[in-house]
């Protein structure tokens, strides 16, 4: 089965600055990679995703890069600000396995003002 | 779009208890989905549904557990009997075919 790698396990910023999340995936049929954001006491929010047939897409401060030979996908943040803080989650999935996501590990994001 | 919603959002119990933790998706959409999330674990899928019938159980831990979905709009997960180790926040996700999945905001469960 898929198995999704995400690093590093937390990640601490100066306001302003950017913020690099890497993941990995092993299963080269997948197709879709989401990325949630968890806050404390909440579920996880989809913020970007990208299908394999692109290789970068961005919404704002937010843009999420994908190499499919290499097998691994980032998300960037940029001129982060402190309500950035939070969990975040890349996931991926394969045609073949529906709407099934194998998530990361997640990443504990800091931002400091 | 009321969003998903999940009740009870805290639970508290003491072990050997049973446990029933509630779900009502989006409404049009065909997956539903149940996760558990620990310190340790992370982010685990216990079982997911299309068209309300349960496609993968792997991921629930023993017989402890069971799902249902007896109708579109609403789902179950049952613990009987629970365990301290089964503390955890339990999460519904729903979604329509290929599309991103939405989450609820959990039940954080305390087993005593």
């Known amino acids: 089965g898929e198995n999704v790698e995400q690093h590093p396990s937390t990640l601490s910023v100066q306001e302003g600055d950017s913020a690099v999340i890497k993941c990995t995936y092993s299963d080269s049929a997948s197709n879709y990679f989401p990325w949630y954001k968890q806050e404390l006491g909440k579920g996880p929010q989809l913020i970007i995703d990208i299908r394999s047939n692109v290789g970068e897409k961005k919404d704002q401060r937010i843009a999420v890069t994908l190499n499919k030979t290499a097998k691994h996908f980032s998300l960037h943040i940029t001129e982060t600000q402190p309500e950035d803080s939070a969990v975040y989650f890349c996931a991926a999935s394969s045609p073949t396995s529906g709407s099934r996501l194998t998530f990361g590990e997640g990443t504990q994001l800091t931002v400091n003002p | 779009d009321a969003g998903v919603i999940q009740s009870p959002r805290h639970e508290v119990t003491e072990m050997g208890q049973e446990v029933t933790l509630r779900c009502k998706p989006i409404?049009?959409?065909?997956?539903l989905f149940w996760y558990r999330q620990t310190m340790m674990r992370g982010l685990e899928l216990l079982i997911y549904f299309n068209n309300n019938v349960p496609i993968d159980d792997s991921g629930m831990p023993e017989d402890r557990f069971s799902a249902k979905m007896p109708n579109a709009s609403f789902s179950t997960l049952k613990i009987q009997p629970s365990e301290p180790r089964d503390s955890a926040v339990y999460f519904c996700?729903?979604?329509?075919?290929?599309?991103?999945?939405?989450f609820g905001d959990g039940t954080r469960l305390s087993i005593l």
């Open positions: 996700a729903s979604s329509p075919l290929n599309q991103p999945q939405h």
């Open positions: 409404s049009g959409h065909d997956y």
